[in-house]
């Protein structure tokens, strides 16, 4: 039987290694997106919302998330328009427009994974059943979830997206932060 020579050198060196870009995007999320997200206004935003949707349920989740979609769907944007003029959403936007292209979307959720700011339109308006919120409010992690990076079609940006859970001045999680970043632009 032969041993290739790289097996030989270097027998329990780990098959799978983080990429480069992990380092970046967590070090940029650490220093620049969460002092944006730990504001009064940010804080405050999802206190609010946490308050109006302390009890609802799963199913109205999934019909505010289809109604939500369904207006992009028709270009019929209530929801949307009603998100996007709140204060906290102006603020986000601002961040972004500062971030110099790094940042090309950033939005909070309450605790349930419902969208409370956003900077631009999003996709869905429930995060609840993803990853982003999954990896990280609902299963109590304090890290910083950094998703594979893609080459965005249109763009042709290398993107990722971040996400970390939002605490209240008590030290509770209180929703997530979701941030993309152009990785080319670090």
Known sequence: MTVGLATFLFPLMPVHAEPAYIPLVRDYVEKQVRPI????????????????????SEMDMR???????????????????????????????????????VILEFFVTDSHGLNVGQSTITADYWQGDEEKYLRTFANSSREIFIDRAERNESTQNLETQASFVVMDEENRPIGVAIVTIAIDAL
Do not use: C, P, W
Request: a negative charge.
């Open 37 to 56: 997200v730990e504001t009064r206004l940010v804080l405050n935003a999802i206190a609010e919302q946490n308050a109006k949707f302390g009890n609802v």
């Open 63 to 101: 019909v505010l998330d289809e109604t939500y979609r369904s207006e992009l769907d028709q270009h019929h944007l209530h929801m949307v328009k009603l998100l996007l003029d709140k204060s906290v959403s102006h603020y986000l936007k601002a961040r972004q427009d500062a971030s110099q292209g």
